[in-house]
Nanobody, 124 residues
Framework: VKLAESGGGSVQAGGSLRLSCLASDDQYSNRCVGWFRQTPGMEREGVASLNTDGSTLYEDSVRGRFTISKDNEKNIVFLQMDSLKPEDSAMYYC???????????????????WGQGTQVTVSS
């Protein structure tokens, strides 16, 4: 399976972006999916995850501003990002945990299939 992110770009603080991640097959339908972000010199961190039972997890700094969702019919996972802040600037990656149908997680080491990323830049 391949994952392809899109929707990144430049936006002013307070603005919104919606990221999309298209899977080449129906990996999303029965697997935990997540969005992660990384800035140069920093570790990749989990932002949001969505499991097959509908449970979600959000990193503390984005809770209430970001929303993860998916369209199983179209094999797309979305990350709606509102009230963006300069500290949200990063490369954003989507990922699938294909090997385990366990609890929802933001632990990047649990995810084994990754996209190439899409850049988000928020200016003040």
């Amino acid at each position: 399976v391949k994952l392809a992110e899109s929707g990144g770009g430049s936006v002013q603080a307070g603005g919104s972006l919606r990221l999309s991640c298209l899977a080449s097959d129906d990996q999303y339908s029965n697997r935990c999916v997540g969005w992660f972000r990384q800035t140069p010199g920093m570790e990749r961190e989990g932002v949001a995850s969505l499991n097959t039972d509908g449970s979600t997890l959000y990193e503390d700094s984005v809770r209430g501003r970001f929303t993860i969702s998916k369209d199983n019919e179209k094999n797309i996972v979305f990350l709606q990002m509102d009230s963006l802040k300069p500290e949200d600037s990063a490369m954003y990656y989507c990922a699938v945990r294909s090997w385990w149908e366990g609890e929802t997680s933001l632990d990047r080491f649990q995810y084994d299939i990754w996209g190439q990323g899409t850049q988000v830049t928020v200016s003040s």
